[in-house]
């Protein structure tokens, strides 16, 4: 995956294998932290590595999107296993516990929240509506059918995660105004970035599509994910 100058596409699991995780003051859950460098902004993508036991979190400082990397982990009565995802909006107040050490990678977005503090899981099995297609002027073949269901839409719009899924279809390079985490539920996709880097993912993968990032998408079979997108206004 390329990194530095040229914006690409990022495994995040193999990050993740690769980082060392300091702990800081504070619970666990929001100390024992290592981020994947990025620009400055008001997004920030990470791993939360937990150790056994159990902790309490106050209230949250910002909304964050969470998906169990490995691992299982029980917060406020819902128990999260690998590849389950949940929303903590800013203010989110909860317990947490694990029998053994958990990974958890994050999305957390400063800022544009609605700070009700409440705590939303990510429903997989939720009823996908009919949703737009990419350009047709990127695409190379049919038009997709696309279909999509939100769990949750920051006050502002911004921040928006849920799941997704489409037909096949391959798209051109295009430019990311936006930052995507993506959970591949079901199928695989290849990636070429600007710099011809090329990368394909799998079911169980997750990944990253960096802000400022110029990808191609090319899925020869049915796609679904999980996502969650940053996307300024």
């Known amino acids: 995956m390329t990194q530095g100058v040229t914006r690409s596409f990022v495994d995040l699991r193999a990050w993740a294998a690769g980082v060392t995780v300091g702990a800081g003051e504070g619970d666990a859950f929001l100390s024992v932290r290592a981020v994947l460098p990025q620009p400055e902004g008001p997004v920030s993508i990470g791993l939360i590595a937990l150790p ?3 902790g309490t979190v106050a209230a949250t400082p910002a909304d964050e999107f969470v998906i169990v990397e490995s691992g299982s982990v029980q917060i406020d009565q819902r128990t ?23 990974r958890l990678l994050f999305v957390r977005r400063t800022g544009g929240s609605a700070a009700d503090g409440a705590i939303i899981p990510i429903d997989t099995s939720a009823p996908l509506e009919p949703s737009g297609a990419p350009l047709a002027e990127l695409l190379v073949g049919p038009t ?9 839409r920051s006050a502002d719009g911004e921040f928006v995660c849920g799941t997704w899924d489409s037909t096949p279809y391959h798209r051109r390079s295009m430019a990311y105004r936006h930052y995507e985490l993506m959970y591949l539920l079901d199928g695989s996709v290849t990636f070429v970035d600007g710099a011809g880097a090329e990368g394909t993912f799998g079911k169980g993968d997750i990944f990253l599509v960096e802000q400022g990032a110029s990808c191609s998408w090319d899925s020869q079979v049915h796609v679904k994910k999980v996502y969650a997108i940053y996307r300024p206004a």
């Open 80 to 102: 999260l296993n690998e590849g389950d995802s949940i929303i903590l909006c800013e203010g989110a107040s909860f317990g947490w516990t694990t029998t053994a050490d958990t």
């Open 144 to 152: 997709p059918s696309c279909r999509n269901f939100t769990d949750y």
């Open 52 to 54: 056994q036991g159990s």
